[in-house]
């Protein structure tokens, strides 16, 4: 599908704006990016030569570079999903892979338009190569330290526990992100499948990110419908929902979202590649912007869903009409969304008033 194909592909063709006139280049529309996994991040040719450094048998999958039929709405689709993700993950083994993750994914990002990714991490699960939990983030703030500064573009991490772990793993990884908040953490995410367990039994872990002043930005409403989104609110108090586009079927929810401006961080390729959303077109990201939720688009996973972070602003574009000046406005929702300094958004907001009067 189209929107699998602008993987590493250079500028998307320019699509007619509605009023017919040329439209104006989405990888140059200045915006923050805020839902990316960590070795979801990776690019295609950097898994086949890692995988090739450390003998690891790829599946056919994740060899043919390009993305698997994925159906992650019933539990074997998801499992199937997770058991690449853990292959891809397992050819990352020695500082330096790590080191080149973030710098690929940090180049991929710039030419994309991002001027500010907040990248999402269980070090858990990095830390029995690394040499141990606290090893493993060093090695991942370093990373997002020198990519930074070798690509100019501003770099956050969300340190990310996994639902299907025990809640009290939760609470040490949240304790551990407080640590490191003056290293470059801001925020702390709760990741797999929502349909296993409940939001609240990772409450303290929530509460001790948040006392510790980190934004509380679980995954919720994709999997799940809208009450995975109201759990996520009412238990964990969310400042930012990942993905929450299953909002779209409760409008008291959306209301709810709207009022407190809580940024859903919607993924439009990767429901369509999970299969969340039949098609781009029934991803309803109309619902949540005439609702007035804010969003910040993303690319969830590019190694397993085939697109990056202008592709879901094309994908905005061309399957459901957003002008330019929406476009522009779901840009700024990005910036606002996001955890950059206060200078820095107001750069930014600047920028894109700049692209659009352009
Ligand atoms: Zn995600």
Not at 171 to 196: K, P, W
Request: some cysteine; overall charge negative.
């Amino acid at each position: 599908m189209e929107q699998f194909s602008a993987g590493h592909t250079p500028n998307p063709p320019c699509t007619p704006a509605r009023d017919g006139a040329a439209a104006r280049d989405l990888r140059r529309l200045p915006k923050a990016h805020l839902h990316l996994h960590f070795t979801g991040s990776m690019r295609s040719a950097t898994l086949l030569d890692l995988a090739d450094k450390y003998g690891v048998h790829l599946p056919e999958a994740l060899r043919s570079g390009e993305p698997p039929q994925l159906r992650a709405t019933d539990e074997r689709g998801w499992f199937r999903f997770q058991r690449l993700y853990d292959i891809a993950r397992s050819c990352l083994r020695a500082p330096e892979d790590i080191q080149r993750l973030v710098h690929e994914a940090a180049e991929e990002d710039v030419r994309d338009g991002s001027r500010w990714l907040e990248i999402q991490v269980d070090p858990t699960s990095y830390a029995p190569r690394l040499g141990g939990l606290i090893p493993a983030m060093e090695i991942i703030l370093d990373a997002v330290r020198t990519a930074s500064r070798d690509t100019g573009l501003g770099i956050r991490v969300l340190i990310a526990a996994n639902r299907m772990k025990h809640p009290l793993d939760a609470r040490t990884l949240a304790r551990l992100a407080v640590r490191y908040a003056d290293r470059g953490v801001i925020g702390f995410g709760l990741s797999n499948d929502e349909r296993r367990g409940f939001a609240r039994d990772f409450d303290r872990a929530f509460a001790i990110a948040r006392e510790g002043g980190l934004l509380a930005a679980p995954h919720g409403g994709e999997l799940s419908g809208p009450a995975s989104v109201r759990d996520c609110l009412d238990d964990l108090h969310a400042g930012r929902v990942g993905h929450g586009v299953r909002a779209a079927e409760d409008p008291a929810l959306l209301r709810r979202l709207a009022e407190r401006q809580v940024t859903c961080e919607v993924c439009p390729a990767s429901n369509v590649a999970l299969g969340v959303y039949e098609k781009p077109e029934d991803v309803p990201l109309r619902t949540l912007f005439d609702a007035g939720v804010p969003m910040a688009l993303g690319a969830d996973d590019p190694l397993l869903f085939g697109s990056r972070l202008a592709a879901q602003y094309e994908l905005a574009r061309t399957a459901h009409d957003f002008s330019d000046a929406e476009l522009a406005e779901l840009a700024r929702q990005s910036v606002r969304g996001s955890c950059a300094p206060e200078d820095e958004r107001r750069r930014l907001l600047a920028e894109i008033d700049a692209w659009l009067a352009g």
